[in-house]
């Protein structure tokens, strides 16, 4: 399947969330995290380092919306994820960076 086919925008992805159709997974590390947040609902904080032995933890009745800094962190998630049986999983194109460019919500120092 095409990467591109696996990608939400920051728009798209924020409306999902506000819907209550998704959660967030946030594979960025904890450092990075308690810098600057996703200020989104249904926000799951697992960073990447930790996918590989916590992944039965996330939802399978929900949609997930991986995302990191830039999306390369949350691609390799959802590879990961992907190849486990998560079927119900996208990337979020350009991770905070675009989040921001886009001026959707942040919380620093969070």
């Keep these: 399947m095409s990467t591109q086919l696996l990608q939400i925008d920051p728009i ?12 967030l997974l946030d594979v960025r590390e904890a450092h990075e995290v308690a810098r600057m947040a996703y200020d989104a609902p249904a926000v799951i904080c ?4 930790e996918l590989e032995r916590r992944h039965q933890e996330l939802p399978r009745n929900l949609d997930l919306i991986l995302a990191c800094a830039a999306g390369g962190r ?10 486990h049986g ?3 999983a996208r990337n979020l194109a ?3 960076g675009a989040w921001r460019a886009h001026g959707l919500p942040v919380r620093e120092g969070a």
């Design 12 to 23: 798209s992805a924020l409306a999902a969330l506000r819907a209550g159709d998704c959660a």
């Design 46 to 49: 697992m960073p990447l380092s």
């Design 74 to 83: 949350s691609m390799q998630a959802l590879q990961y994820l992907l190849h």
């Design 86 to 88: 998560h079927t119900r």
């Design 94 to 96: 350009g991770g905070m």
